[in-house]
């Protein structure tokens, strides 16, 4: 599985290493990925993600996984995740 966070696509960076006598060297900086449980409120269940550090406190931001999918782009988004997005957006479409 690539290093890419599920819910905001964030990836791996390239840079340099620069060393005191300024040397560089290629280096790649990582995403601070955790894997997580989010509970989903709408389907009343949890969802195991691999998301950044950063994204999970945007998701505590946002008021919960549900209303950061429906406000996140389907672009950004894993193949994993936009299934429970579209999961919600049909069950809430049901309710209203």
Known sequence: MSRRCELT???PMS???VSHANNKT????LPNLNDVSLRSEALGRTIKLKISASALRSVD?????DKFLAKAKDIELSDNALKVKKEIAKLQAVQA
Do not use: D
Request: glycine share 34%; charged share 35%; hydrophobic share 15%.
């Open 9 to 11: 696509g964030k990836g």
């Open 15 to 17: 840079g340099n290493n």
């Open 26 to 29: 290629r280096r790649r900086f």
């Open 61 to 65: 931001h946002r008021g919960g996984l």
